[in-house]
């Protein structure tokens, strides 16, 4: 990850970009920017994801290729926890579908450099400056944060391969970080006033 960036999606740039992406031809380009907000995978790691490779009942999500896999290939997939707001769109997707089978692919967005180029041009629709795709997944980072506080839980939703990597991704807004010390300070210092 680039040390340097820090791009997250601020006021109502997360409505503006899936109005953009919703005008793709490319119907799932939608979902996917969602998916990725949601669950925090990599690209590569959500393009290739297959019905099979999710599981609803154990709410959780088989990843035969990850980028941080250094293992052999006994060990087996990764498996991480989907998230509700992933699991929801998964299911929605799944019911537009209703011939999809165990081994087709989930997201039918083409190529990862087709959808790179649609993703460039919908962002510059949507006056979206500097955003990458990749800046998602900083996104939704910072926004599991929210839910997985313990920083080890998080890594396992988001497959950061260590602590140091995670904190990379993690980029809280300010105004966030000053509402929980507000909240704090009203909850613990309110009656002493």
Same mark, same amino acid.
């Given at each position: 990850?680039?040390?340097?960036?820090?791009?997250?999606?601020?006021?109502?740039?997360?409505?503006?970009?899936?109005?953009? !992406?919703?005008?793709?031809?490319?119907?799932?380009?939608?979902?996917?920017?969602?998916?990725?907000?949601?669950?925090?995978?990599?690209?590569?790691?959500?393009?290739?994801?297959?019905?099979?490779?999710?599981?609803?009942? $154990?709410?959780?999500?088989?990843?035969?290729?990850?980028?941080? !896999?250094?293992?052999?290939?006994?060990?087996?997939?990764?498996?991480?926890?989907?998230?509700?707001?992933?699991?929801?769109?998964?299911?929605?997707?799944?019911?537009?579908?209703?011939?999809?089978?165990?081994?087709?692919?989930?997201?039918?967005?083409?190529?990862?450099?087709?959808?790179?180029?649609?993703?460039?041009? !919908?962002?510059?629709?949507?006056?979206?400056?500097?955003?990458?795709?990749?800046?998602? $997944?900083?996104?939704?980072?910072?926004?599991?944060?929210?839910?997985?506080?313990?920083?080890?839980?998080?890594?396992?939703?988001?497959?950061?391969?260590?602590?140091?990597?995670?904190?990379?991704?993690?980029?809280?807004?300010?105004?966030?970080?000053?509402?929980?010390?507000?909240?704090?300070?009203?909850?613990?210092?309110?009656?002493?006033?």
């Amino acid at each position: 990850a680039d040390k340097k960036r820090n791009r997250r999606l601020i006021g109502d740039e997360y409505d503006r970009l899936l109005e953009a !992406m919703a005008t793709s031809p490319w119907p799932d380009d939608v979902t996917f920017v969602q998916f990725a907000i949601e669950q925090g995978t990599r690209r590569e790691e959500a393009l290739t994801l297959r019905w099979r490779d999710i599981d609803f009942d $154990r709410h959780a999500l088989s990843l035969e290729k990850t980028k941080t !896999m250094h293992r052999a290939i006994e060990r087996g997939p990764e498996i991480r926890p989907l998230t509700p707001g992933a699991a929801r769109l998964l299911r929605a997707l799944q019911a537009q579908r209703k011939s999809a089978r165990p081994g087709d692919l989930i997201f039918d967005i083409g190529s990862k450099d087709a959808f790179s180029v649609r993703f460039g041009r !919908m962002t510059k629709k949507a006056g979206l400056r500097d955003l990458t795709f990749h800046d998602l $997944r900083h996104e939704a980072t910072s926004r599991l944060a929210r839910i997985y506080t313990n920083p080890l839980e998080l890594r396992r939703v988001t497959g950061h391969k260590d602590i140091k990597s995670l904190d990379r991704y993690y980029q809280p807004h300010t105004e966030d970080l000053a509402a929980k010390a507000i909240a704090y300070e009203k909850r613990n210092f309110a009656d002493k006033n």
